[in-house]
């Protein structure tokens, strides 16, 4: 709500007479002056964000030197500060949204299928508002709303908060389209606006799921009318139940608490149900999991039984029990108000199994059946059943599998309306343009064989079978093409093998990995089967995919799942070996292109985001006039380029820093701007209104760019050849320092050399943070080649500790730390990753500091001999040639040093002229290296075709009376002649030498 008349009001009645006998047009030119230098409208306010503009008040008043200071100085001794200052608008803010502190209510929010489709709405993310007829006056921002739906599937289909005051509102043109039958309020009426919170469209919590729950029992829903009150525990119950309806929690719950302190837990458990035979599916108990409130429950009856659970740092057991065990209880009470049994809090389980095995069984034989069956988790379940009995294994023997994404079909509105999904899936059909990009349409026809298998996703939304290909491609038939509206599609014949046990992948959604749901791949085969079964086939399908028999038994044995899944989802990396692995050609081979992604895949924002990401501020505030043409700063700063600008840095004050590049690119003839410093380079003009333009004539001088850059804005048509890099590299050096990463002061080395002045230029990793905590859908990374060849400590500075995943914007241990430079707050967003490359020749990773070491995964990538094993010369192979010289390494000095095989990759067979240029240019330097120009060591790794002996022909001059010293034979590289010869030599092969 704008609160600009009301707070005019409020001067005259309480401020000093200075103000107050000021006229309102006055007052209110103040108050639209002081406007423009703030980046938000600063009398927008409402009862759930009043706090944030407070405090947003009190950080931007009362800081020196900035725009909004200077033209305060100049207004009345100060007027426009003091206007806004704490005597005045804070303390009218507060009085207003403050006063008894209004807590927030919940409510329901009833619709009607036969008269607004809910469901279809919350799909297209078209609800917006919602009709209120009952408490009018007690409805406020801030409150929690059960969006609940009547009919034959009643329930709550969203979770929705209130952002508006209620008052007469239209709805959108869109919102109405889903009235049934045209039965659209058509005027406006009373309404507030909503913001989704939690989405259950897919998987509402009915009535069914909840009625016998005992938190529902004066739920109110159902009854006739639009809004009805409701409480904090029915909201957060449907939220906890809406939270696991689409999926498992427990792993994510259970990686919370201290590994002993979980299995003591579940030991308990299993042991419980071993002795008293108790089936998974008894009526009796049930296995949930509370992700909101951090605990896993074992339920008997209506009451908990045993309880795990994370209280900020601690973690906490609670127990059901038929006496006091500890300080900390409460008590079971039966209808009549006895107390029956008693719930114990402790913080180790070790003393009271007994006891805990008591009351379990005196539960058991009062309770007949627990209303909370319906939300037990399977994942939970199996993990005290044992969870390898009941997963299903499919073997590939030789077939390959890949993900086939089939999205075009969900997203595109005139595909939805043929219902060509709905067609494919009953005919059993993978489906794809033959002409798909990237090869992937004539790998669709040829690659994939008969035999292998296809997992079907839509994208996020929508996840199709596990399947096996079992025909060629064909043609889809005119009938199909017609719906299409295009040919060139192609079909292949599918055996289902596993449906999906959830329709979605929505939990995957930040992982833009090509072979994921959401990555950006139509046809791709899936790199690493362990990783494929833990994240998706095993939870969404219920099965694990193996090459072969072997690889299930190695599986088995593994008995530390939780560490491998660390190292698999990291977001921090280090690859290390030796020198010649073929470290950097993974980091480009591999891991580039899980972030890279087409343009066609962008939304127009992302799209931008990749132009602005270059932009300089005056250069985006230039292309927006162009575009504008002539205006002021608070249309300016609401020019898409500017928005997206904003995101990606972290200005504090968007119209500050926006009047700072405008005034100093501003042309000297200009007598409405003050600042005396400005650029040589100016293209900018103002006038007495204040309304600023681009001076097209200077533009086209100084910075001709801006006209390709509007056209590109302009006329969006994203291309499918070209790929975006979501990703920078850079190179760790002995000089590379904290400004080159983070911030430093930079010299403007484009002003003129007479006005030298300073900038805080951002580094490579602020950058890299600012531009991936503004685009959370997709996946970020910045490689660091030869990390270790930097001081890492003085590099990172504070943001070392930062990096960890849990401190992460958004994690449950989120950290943020003031840059010393900038004054502004830094993290660390989760879709950031670091992955670096280190050379253990030059240093060890037990050498590196410690701090990184802690906050890294380790990825050994050592020597392949066997990948040189078919480069054949005369007698010996490289493979063999390699593997000698690296045993002889080890032995005289550690595996560390040993030689990668990319040295030898590229050579041909018989290439012996090659092969002489990698011993000469890269093997022998290398050895030289190692060992100090100790070519004794040298001779006893390479051996005499490449060494020789000299023995010493030294003859000193006669002195008497002193001893001569024994003179030792010296070792030196020989001419090599014939390279063949000399490694048959090495490879200990003399007979062969002379051949």
């Known amino acids: 709500m704008n609160v600009k008349e009301e707070f005019i009001d409020w001067i005259y009645k309480n401020s000093n007479p200075n103000l107050s006998s000021l006229g309102r047009e006055t007052i209110s030119k103040n108050i639209d002056e002081s406007n423009e230098f703030f980046d938000r409208d600063i009398m927008e306010v409402n009862h759930s964000d009043y706090n944030e503009m407070r405090k947003y008040l009190r950080e931007e008043l009362y800081q020196k030197d900035t725009p909004f200071d200077k033209f305060s100085a100049g207004v ?125 469209a897919d998987y509402p919590v009915l009535w069914e799921d909840i009625k016998e729950l005992p938190e529902f029992e004066t739920f109110k829903a159902g009854n006739q009318g639009t809004n009805f009150s409701a409480t904090k525990e029915e909201y957060l119950s449907i939220k906890d139940i809406g939270e696991g309806k689409s999926r498992s929690y427990y792993h994510e719950v259970k990686r919370q608490f201290p590994k002993e302190k979980v299995e003591q837990f579940l030991n308990i458990l299993r042991q419980f149900v071993k002795k008293f035979n108790l089936a998974p599916n008894d009526d009796r108990i049930s296995f949930n999991v509370r992700p909101e409130r951090r605990r896993l429950v074992f339920i008997i009856g209506n009451r908990y039984a045993l309880m795990i659970q994370k209280r900020r740092t601690d973690t906490e057991f609670s127990f059901i029990s038929s006496k006091v065990l500890s300080d900390d209880h409460g008590k079971f009470n039966n209808y009549t108000g006895e107390t029956e049994m008693y719930w114990n809090k402790v913080d180790n389980l070790k003393d009271f199994q007994d006891f805990i095995e008591e009351g379990f069984r005196i539960e058991l034989e009062r309770q007949n059946k627990t209303p909370y069956k319906k939300f037990i988790d399977p994942v939970f379940v199996r993990h005290i059943y044992n969870p390898k009995s009941d997963m299903k294994t499919i073997h590939l023997n030789g077939n390959t599998v890949y993900k086939l994404s089939m ?150 044995r593994s008995t530390d799942t939780e560490e491998v899944k660390k190292t698999a989802r990291s977001l921090n990396r280090i690859l290390y070996g030796p020198p010649g692995t073929g470290k950097t050609f993974q980091l480009q081979d591999k891991y580039f292109k899980e972030f890279t992604v087409q343009e066609t895949s962008l939304t127009r924002e992302q799209y931008l985001e990749n132009i602005v990401s270059d932009l300089k501020w005056w250069q985006a505030a230039a292309i927006a006039l162009l575009d504008h043409k002539r205006s002021k700063v608070t249309d300016i700063v609401s020019h898409e380029l500017l928005r997206i600008k904003t995101k990606l840095s972290n200005s504090k004050n968007l119209n500050a820093t926006l009047w700072g590049y405008l005034q100093h690119y501003t042309v000297p003839e200009c007598e409405y701007v003050k600042v005396a410093a400005r650029s040589s380079n100016p293209i900018f003009h103002k006038d007495e209104n204040s309304v600023w333009e681009v001076k097209e004539d200077l533009l ?11 056209e590109e804005v302009k006329n969006y048509h994203p291309n499918s050849d070209k790929q975006i890099k979501n990703y920078e590299f850079v190179t760790f050096h002995q000089s590379f320092s904290y400004e080159d990463f983070i911030e430093g002061i930079k010299p403007n080395l484009d002003e003129e050399e007479n006005n030298v002045s300073y900038r805080i230029e951002d580094g490579i990793f602020k950058k890299m943070c600012l531009k991936a905590d503004a685009d959370r859908e997709n996946q970020y990374a910045l490689f660091i080649d030869e990390i270790n060849r930097g001081n890492v400590s003085s590099i990172f500075g504070e943001l070392i500790t930062l990096i960890e995943d849990d401190k992460r914007l958004g994690e449950e241990n989120e950290l943020r730390i003031k840059l010393p430079y900038s004054k502004t707050e830094l993290g660390v967003p989760p879709n950031l990753h670091i992955i670096g490359t280190m050379n253990t020749a030059d240093r060890s990773v ?150």
């Open 76 to 200: 009345a001794s100060g007027r426009p500060k003091a206007l806004l200052g704490k005597e005045n608008y804070l303390k009218f803010l507060k009085e207003k949204f403050s006063s008894g502190k209004r807590e927030v209510n919940y409510w329901i929010f009833q619709g009607s299928p036969e008269i607004y489709d809910v469901e279809r709405a919350l799909r297209a993310g078209h609800l917006k508002s919602w009709k209120v007829a009952a408490h009018k006056d007690k409805i406020k921002p801030g409150d929690k709303i059960i969006l609940w739906q009547t009919g034959e599937r009643a329930g709550c289909y969203a979770l929705a908060e209130v952002i508006s005051e209620v008052g007469k509102v239209s709805e959108e043109e869109y919102e109405k389209s889903y009235y049934k039958n045209g039965r659209s309020d058509g005027e406006a009426v009373d309404r507030v606006k909503i913001r989704i919170q939690l989405y259950l």
């Open 407 to 556: 999205g075009t079909f969900l997203k595109t509105k005139e595909y939805r309306q043929q219902d060509l999904i709905s067609y494919f899936e009953e005919n059993h059909l993978g489906v794809m343009h033959k002409n798909t990009a990237n090869n992937q349409g004539e790998n669709f026809q040829h690659q994939v064989q008969e035999g292998d298998l296809v997992y079907i996703t839509y994208g996020k939304d929508k996840l199709g079978a596990l399947c096996k290909v079992v025909g060629e491609a064909q043609e889809l038939g005119e009938e199909i093409d017609n719906k299409i509206g295009e040919e060139g599609y192609l079909g292949r014949r599918l055996e289902i093998l596993a449906a999906p046990k959830t329709n979605h992948t929505r939990s995957l959604v930040h992982d833009k990995r090509s072979w994921l749901p959401s990555g950006f791949s139509t046809l791709v085969e899936i790199p690493d089967l362990r990783e494929a079964n833990e994240l998706l086939f095993s939870p969404y399908y219920g099965v694990k995919v193996w090459k072969k028999e072997e690889d299930l038994l190695i599986e088995e």
């Open 700 to 710: 086209e001088q100084f910075y001709p760019e801006a006209y390709s850059i509007l």
């Open 846 to 995: 037990e050498a590196l500091d410690t701090a990184l070491r802690r906050r890294f995964v380790f990825e050994e990538i050592m020597p392949q001999p066997e990948l040189l094993r078919d480069i054949e010369f005369n007698g010996f192979n490289l493979e063999e040639l390699l593997r000698n010289i690296n045993e002889r390494i080890e032995a005289l000095l550690d595996r560390d040093h040993t030689i990668g095989h990319s040295y030898f990759i590229k050579i041909d067979d018989g290439d012996s002229e090659a092969l002489q240029e990698a011993f000469e240019n890269k093997i022998i330097p290398l050895l030289q290296e190692y060992f100090y120009h100790d070519y004794e060591k040298i001779a006893l790794i390479l051996g005499e075709g490449f060494i020789e002996r000299r023995d010493a022909k030294l003859k000193f001059a006669k002195f008497s009376k002193i001893d001569l010293p024994e003179v030792l034979p010296s070792y030196h590289l020989r001419e090599i002649e014939d390279i063949e010869s000399a490694v048959r030599i090495l490879l200990n092969r003399e007979d062969e030498a002379g051949e």
